[in-house]
């Protein structure tokens, strides 16, 4: 028998946690179909993010309580895709942290109702030094609607507190807006995955960001040998590096070919030591440039079912040999 959320109302837990999931879905689906059908929305969306996009500033996002949280994490987004922004509360603003805001920045504030009390300093502020305010609320008549330069002007939706009192529904579609000018200005900028490296350096995502190269052992540690030598040596340098397999170039220096443990074990004749490594190696082998991503390299591993591959430049000539404990250790998977 399932736990009651609420004894009086005979709720369980699971239709209190599924009705929650129904009303955001919901609330997330009224969104979209609003972009779509209010071309005065879709419009302040593009002039939201010329304006945020376009300033010599930066975005600075305020808002209390609930939405507060919700700006707390839009300026967090905003700033590590590429968008210069941080959070200033309202009250702190009120006590002389105005002075952080300049009229080259961007100011957006949240406020469901749009007639936040606490953000009526911060309004009176903003219009005496003309800086531009994005306004993100449900009211397009509300006192933070009327006095700014672009009003986002959400759809009212139910909250999926039974009571109609806590914020949830309405803080999610705060966020969703926000999210969704945060990528639009990546998307507007050109914001490489090189550019997102450079500001999530720590972590499992940093080691995914990172480039193949950085993990990879270089020149001096490479099996290599030229097409034309016998099985013999190939057995040497493989148990000399390592890694269970041989390299194959040709005069140009271009990888030709393969030689794995496993390819041994099937040529596995009494000539084989006598045998060029041509004869042996498996031909066209799976490489991967040097600038991949270590993640996508963990993919392409993962996918075709090897433990270890070259990197080649341009010229296809080996510059240097991953393993995937390489980007395990890098803490990639």
């Known amino acids: 028998m399932q736990a009651k959320a609420d004894g009086n109302a005979g709720v369980t837990v699971l239709e209190s946690i599924g009705r929650t999931l129904a009303t955001a879905t919901n609330g997330i689906r009224a969104l979209a179909d609003h972009l779509s059908s209010d071309e005065t929305f879709a419009d302040a969306l593009v002039n939201a993010v010329e304006l945020m996009g376009d300033g010599d500033g930066r975005v600075v ?7 507060g949280h919700i ?3 839009i300026a967090a987004t905003l700033a590590s895709t590429g968008t210069s922004a941080y959070f200033v509360h309202p009250t702190e603003a009120s006590h002389g942290d105005l002075g952080m805001i300049t009229a080259q920045d961007a100011l957006v504030l949240l406020s469901w109702s749009g007639e936040t009390a606490e953000l009526a300093n911060m309004l009176t502020y903003a219009k005496r030094f003309k800086v531009p305010i994005i306004s993100i609320c449900s009211n397009r008549e509300s006192t933070l609607a009327r006095n700014s330069e672009v009003a986002l002007v959400l759809p009212k939706v139910p909250e999926a507190c039974p009571h109609g009192l806590a914020p949830t529904t309405s803080a999610m ?3 969703a807006i926000g999210d969704a000018l945060a990528i ?3 998307e507007r900028r050109g914001f490489s995955a090189e550019d997102f490296k450079t500001f999530h350096p720590g972590g499992k ?5 990172r480039l193949v190269h950085e993990l990879a052992h270089g020149a001096g540690q490479m099996p290599l040998l030229p097409v034309g030598r016998p099985m013999s040596e190939a057995v040497i340098e493989m ?3 390592g890694f269970g397999v041989v390299g194959i170039v040709d005069e140009s220096g271009k990888l030709v070919g ?4 496993g390819d041994m074990r099937r040529h596995m004749t009494a ?4 045998q060029p490594v041509e004869a042996i190696m498996s031909h066209n082998p799976r490489v991967l440039s040097r600038d991949v991503l270590a993640s996508a390299a963990m993919e392409f591993m993962e996918e075709h079912k090897i433990t270890v591959l070259f990197l080649v430049g341009d010229a296809g000539a080996p510059v240097g040999i991953l393993h995937i404990h390489d980007l395990l250790r890098a803490g990639v998977a």
């Open 61 to 67: 996002v305020s808002g209390v309580g609930k939405s």
């Open 71 to 73: 700006g707390r994490k």
């Open 173 to 175: 579609l705060q966020l």
């Open 184 to 186: 639009a200005l990546l």
């Open 205 to 209: 995502l940093g080691a995914q960001l």
């Open 239 to 241: 148990s000399a590096k």
């Open 258 to 261: 393969v030689i794995t443990d």
């Open 271 to 274: 000539d084989l030591l006598a």
